[in-house]
């Protein structure tokens, strides 16, 4: 697989991905996320050969049980079974952390799956509080990342 290139992408173009690695169980109009249209969120698409194969998003919300102004949520991270452990993922959170220190924050926060969990481990993500569920979804945990 060739190395992914990283490009600005709209909320609209990411939701196939979306729908079809995080909520297949949804249908595509139903994985919009609140503030996809805010005017300083960015959309990452990663892309081989002109096909996304992975996306990642990130916009300003403070942490559950904070008002931290300065901290930015990553979410709607997904990437293709074959795209996995060959750096894509790990491209697309520093393409989220370049924007979101640009836009001043000082920590980025997730809810990273169960399954994705030593992903964010290895990228220096801090597990916060214990194992919860999201309904129809699955295991999570509470991840947050410091800037220096």
Same mark, same amino acid.
């Not at 836009?103 to 597990?127: Q, V």
């Given at each position: 697989?060739?190395?992914? &290139?990283?490009?600005?992408?709209?909320? =609209?173009?990411?939701?196939?991905?979306?729908?079809? !690695? *995080?909520?297949?169980?949804?249908?595509?109009?139903? =994985? &919009? *996320?609140?503030?996809?249209?805010?005017?300083?969120?960015?959309?990452?698409?990663?892309? =081989?050969?002109?096909?996304? !194969?992975?996306?990642?998003?990130?916009? #300003?919300? $403070?942490?559950?049980?904070?008002?931290?102004? #300065? /901290?930015?949520?990553?979410?709607?991270? /997904?990437?293709?079974?074959?795209?996995?452990?060959?750096?894509?993922? $790990?491209?697309?959170? &520093?393409?989220? =952390?370049?924007?979101?220190? /640009?836009?001043?924050?000082?920590?980025?926060?997730?809810? /990273?799956?169960? $399954?994705?969990?030593?992903? +964010?481990?290895? *990228?220096?993500?801090?597990? !916060?509080?214990?194992?919860?569920? !999201?309904?129809?979804?699955?295991?999570? +945990? *509470?991840?947050?990342?410091?800037? $220096?």
């Amino acid at each position: 697989m060739n190395e992914p &290139a990283l490009r600005r992408v709209t909320a =609209v173009e990411t939701r196939p991905l979306r729908q079809r !690695i *995080l909520r297949p169980h949804q249908r595509v109009e139903d =994985v &919009a *996320l609140p503030h996809d249209d805010d005017d300083d969120t960015l959309h990452l698409g990663a892309f =081989v050969d002109g096909v996304m !194969i992975g996306t990642a998003t990130v916009h #300003r919300e $403070s942490r559950p049980g904070t008002t931290d102004a #300065r /901290a930015w949520r990553l979410r709607g991270m /997904a990437t293709e079974p074959e795209a996995r452990r060959r750096g894509c993922g $790990s491209k697309l959170v &520093a393409g989220c =952390v370049e924007h979101a220190k /640009a836009h001043g924050a000082t920590r980025m926060w997730c809810t /990273a799956r169960e $399954s994705a969990k030593g992903f +964010y481990d290895a *990228l220096g993500f801090a597990t !916060i509080g214990e194992r919860f569920d !999201i309904p129809d979804v699955g295991p999570h +945990y *509470l991840m947050e990342l410091g800037f $220096s």
